[in-house]
């Protein structure tokens, strides 16, 4: 079935560094991929997206590109600020399901 | 802006008890979608329903846990009786039929403790 698998958390950074979060998806046939953010105490919030390979997804400073041959679609921002605390999950979208599946999330904080 | 109306955010309870969360998707999504999240990981889907239908319920544990869509737009999910291992947050999310983006609009989730 389809899944997906990030990198284990949690992940500190200081302000200003730069930041990367693996994710690596299994699927059958050409999935969207996704990733969602979730600040504390909130639901969760569509960062970007990618619908086909080699499309890169970017938003508020974060972005990820759609790897087909590595089945891959890592997170990566140049320069987080504290604001950017929160869990960020990598999920795949399958079409002909209609169903979207989320890895396991990974928590970031960021110290002034 | 439009948005996925939960209710109650925080529900605590105990073991044994009857417990309702409520969703209101947003205005002309036929999808609608239950999701359980446990603390630590991520979401996982437990209901969808396409307007009234139930689409995918594979993953709902039915001895305790039901979910309807009376009139194919809000939605009621019920835990009776409630468990120890209940314990999360259950959001809703929506999405237009057939779904051309694979976006998914989620509320801001009910908290269950369970006792």
């Known amino acids: 079935g389809n899944s997906v698998t990030q990198m284990e958390g949690p992940v500190t950074l200081s302000e200003e560094a730069f930041l990367t979060i693996n994710c690596t998806y299994t699927?059958?046939?050409?999935?969207?991929l996704f990733w969602y953010v979730q600040y504390p105490g909130e639901g969760l919030q569509l960062l970007l997206k990618?619908?086909?390979?080699?499309d890169k997804g970017s938003n508020k400073g974060f972005e990820a590109t759609y790897r087909k041959e590595t089945t891959s679609f890592h997170l990566e921002k140049g320069s987080v600020q504290v604001s950017d605390s929160a869990v960020y999950f990598c999920?795949?979208?399958?079409?002909?399901?209609?169903?979207?599946?989320f890895g396991k999330g990974t928590k970031l904080t960021v110290n002034p | 802006e439009a948005e996925v109306a939960q209710s109650p955010r925080y529900k605590i309870t105990e073991k044994s008890q009857a417990v309702a969360f409520w969703c209101d998707p947003i205005?002309?999504?036929?999808?609608l979608y239950w999701y359980r999240q446990i603390l630590g990981q991520g979401p996982e889907l437990l209901v969808q329903?396409?307007?009234?239908?139930?689409?995918?319920d594979s993953q709902l544990p039915k001895d305790r846990f039901s979910a309807e869509r009376l009139k194919g737009v809000d939605s009621t999910l019920k835990i009776q009786p409630a468990e120890l291992g209940d314990s999360a947050m259950y959001l809703c999310?929506?999405?237009?039929?057939?779904?051309?983006?694979?976006?998914?609009?989620f509320g801001e989730g009910s908290r269950l403790t369970v006792l």
């Open positions: 699927a059958t046939g050409y999935p969207s």
């Open positions: 329903f396409q307007d009234e239908s139930v689409v995918d």
């Open positions: 205005s002309g999504h036929a999808t």
């Open positions: 990618a619908t086909k390979a080699d």
């Open positions: 999920a795949l979208f399958q079409g002909g399901s209609e169903k979207l599946v």
């Open positions: 999310a929506s999405s237009l039929a057939g779904n051309p983006t694979g976006e998914l609009f």
